[in-house]
């Protein structure tokens, strides 16, 4: 199965920006549609973004505009590009592989980002 790792998390302050990475490795990254996710304390994990194999992209109302989602199938890597950040979007963000036939996902271990002034 495909192994993820992330990073790029970080303490950033209100309105700054922040670019996260995470690397696929052990399968065949084509297959997966990839995501992100984020968990603030005390909530639920929700959904961020998404983008498939051939770069269709979709968004949570809260972060449309503002977050965006791209992968470079060659290095087998995905990004979440933040910016106009907001103390809300602090969180732990995980990264998440869909596999497009079997649907099983799997996680990375997260990356924390804290949006404060």
């Known amino acids: 199965q495909v192994q993820l790792v992330e990073s790029g998390g970080g303490l950033v302050q209100p309105g700054g920006a922040l670019r996260l990475s995470c690397v696929a490795s052990?399968?065949?990254?084509?297959?997966?549609?990839m995501g992100w996710y984020r968990q603030a304390p005390g909530k639920q994990r929700e959904f961020v973004a998404t983008?498939?194999?051939?770069?269709?992209?979709n968004y949570a109302d809260s972060v449309k505009g503002r977050f965006y989602i791209s992968r470079d199938n060659a290095k087998n890597t995905v990004y979440l590009q933040m910016s106009s950040l907001k103390p809300e979007d602090t969180a732990v963000y995980y990264c998440?592989?869909?596999?497009?036939?079997?649907?099983?996902?799997?996680w990375g271990q997260g990356t924390q980002v804290t949006v404060s002034s």
């Open positions: 998440n592989a869909d596999h497009w036939r079997t649907r099983n996902q799997l």
């Open positions: 052990g399968s065949i990254f084509s297959n997966y549609v």
């Open positions: 983008i498939t194999s051939g770069g269709s992209t």
